[in-house]
């Protein structure tokens, strides 16, 4: 009888779950964060790899789709998330090319001819977008407690009081071989890894996204993060020409030429642009002579680049070309600005990045993604990990997982979070071996003089600096682009006074965008 | 006994897809580095000659280039494009203002039809 009863539980159970979800959800959801898995739960029985040679035989578009609520700002919003795979379709054949793996937030009841929306990636390349998706701006964002993130992981999946979804629907869209998104027959993923081929097949995922879910009307905005950066460079020229108007374009810690960053080509590029982020840095830790607080940082960060401008970088210039030294005066201020010791700008006064956090005090290392996170150097030389990656890596991906079953979705492959894709990438872009997008970029505006761009930045990301991005948008000299600093690494979003922050200038710049 | 037997089946039936497979853990095949590149990109393009960053005209040049040359991929080997060239090469932005590049009405445009149009319009 007792068993009898277990069962029967079971059985209303499972049927009063069964009734209650499904697409039609609505009005009687309970609150997002307390949501069981819908029952019917969606497996996707489709394979997904992200090896070079892996191809889908053709495409499967099937989506989760759930009702779910979130509060912002006092008001309560009904949405919609789906889940699931769009096929970009090739322009010239109309046949699918590939498989992207997509999740989109959209506004319940909102007019499509004004509601804005956001397609959000990644970098690497061959990152999946994981990491905007669950840090900044979506429903859902993982609570790291960057920088000391002293909580256990994995770290809690909470709702997010900063999401972007009171301004926009948004997109978070894998890039193939990436994620659970794959390249269709006859391509491979490998066909897609390039930075024009990137672009365009993204192109044909915008525009397939667009046309499928009647958004021509709609204003577009594109948010790329660091490799994410020259991607939306190129997309946006190819958008523009395709006849697809962008309002706006966020460029979350770009790397928007391969050229200039010192991080990349140390051996013979200057790393002056570096030195305010390791005045950053060595401020955090009261490294630096004198140390700004993070209040003094705008100020601090000004004269260090004055000291770059003025007298730094042509010192690197003729240390470069003749092995001319910069002057004791030069050398002090370099190591009172970064809180490297003095000895090691005198013996290179070309510091590189990697050399910084590894250097800046004896055994401890510090993050590359953000400078802020630092362990106790136990490695052996040469295999030392980025601290601010490997601390946030299994939460995002674990919750990643839970979350997308939360939303409907399971599948039996495994979600790549960082794929091998940066191995074979074809970095080449017009005509050179790195690609340099700032002309892209350019280009995008000329053909679309409205639209508008930000950059966003962290003080104490030494990955993609933000005055090396500062000199490379400053070549536009457009009054439509606009840089930000805030307090931070790489994702300024995982920073919780920085995410505010970031979301009320985000907003003034979506409204300026629009009012165009 | 029969009907609980059969409510038992129904349960497990129903219960089957809240069991469904659950999704594996994610993969990293790699640790996060960009922006990084593989050692001979790295190496190959560090031994090219530095190119000191464009900016201003030559930036402008560099922008016209990339224009010019999308539009003379599609064009006809004189150099001209109808609109129905221009959407036939996924051209849209030019395709739908053809008329506004179009301004003498030939039914046919040039790169610096197109160019004068990209100048004309206003600066935000």
Known sequence: MEIFDRWRAV???????????????????????????PAGLFTDSVSYSSAPNASLPSAAQVTSVTHQQITLNGTMLNYTATVGHLSALSPSTQQPEASFFYVAYTLDGAAPATRPVTFFYNGGPGSATVWLHLGSFGPKRLDTGEPNMSGTPPFPLVDN??????????????????????????????????VDVDAAVFRDFVMRYVAVNNRTTSPKFLYGESYGGPRTAVLADLLESAGVRLSGIVLQSPALDYNSNCGILDIVLS???????????????????????????????????????????????AFLASGTPPTDAQLTQAANVSGLARAFWVANPNRNPEFYRLN???????????????????????????????????????????????????TPSSYTMLGNAIQQWNFRHDGRDLPDTVPDLAAA?????????????????????????????????????????????????????????????????YRSALAN | MRIDRLILAAAILLALPLQARQTPAPTFETEMKDPWVPPATRAKAASQPLVAPTRG???DAQVEA?????????????????????????????????????????????FDDYLAYLRSQPAR
Request: net charge neutral; glycine share 10%; with cysteine.
């Open chain 1, 271 to 317: 790393c002056t642009s570096y030195i305010p982020s390791y005045g950053a840095v060595g401020s955090w830790f009261g490294f630096s002579t004198p140390s700004a607080s993070v209040a003094q940082l705008p100020a601090f960060t000004e004269e260090a680049r004055a000291f770059v401008r003025t007298q730094y970088e042509p010192a690197i210039r």
């Open chain 1, 11 to 37: 059985f209303i159970l499972a049927f009063l779950v069964a009734a209650c979800s499904g697409s039609g959800g609505g009005g009687s959801s309970p609150p997002p964060a307390t949501n069981p898995p």
């Open chain 2, 66 to 110: 990339k224009l010019r040359k999308r539009f003379s991929e599609a064009a006809a080997a004189d150099g001209t494009m109808t609109r129905e060239q221009a959407r036939a090469a996924g051209l849209g932005a030019i395709a739908e203002r053809f008329d506004a590049i179009d301004r003498t009405g030939r039914g046919a445009i040039r």
């Open chain 1, 360 to 410: 800046i005090h004896p055994g401890t290392l510090y993050g590359r993604y953000d400078g802020r996170v630092s362990i106790p150097n136990t490695f052996p030389p040469g295999q030392e990990p980025d601290p601010s990656s490997t601390l946030i890596g299994p939460s995002f991906a674990q919750r990643l997982v839970q979350y997308l079953t939360s939303l409907g979705y399971t």
């Open chain 1, 445 to 509: 505006l000329t053909q679309n003089p409205r639209l508008k761009v930000l950059s966003v930045n962290g003080y104490h990301d030494t990955v993609t600096p933000f005055y090396t991005t500062e000199l490379d948008l400053a070549r536009i000299a457009s009054p439509n682009v606009a840089v930000r600093e805030y307090v931070g690494g790489h994702m300024t979003y995982l920073e919780n006074s920085s995410r505010r922050a970031m979301k009320a200038d985000i907003v003034e710049f």
């Open chain 2, 57 to 59: 005209a030559a930036l």
């Open chain 1, 161 to 194: 009081a900063e999401s972007m979804l009171d301004i926009s629907d948004l997109v978070f869209v894998d890039a193939v071989g990436t994620g659970f998104s794959q390249a269709i027959a006859p391509n491979t993923n490998s066909t897609f890894w390039g």
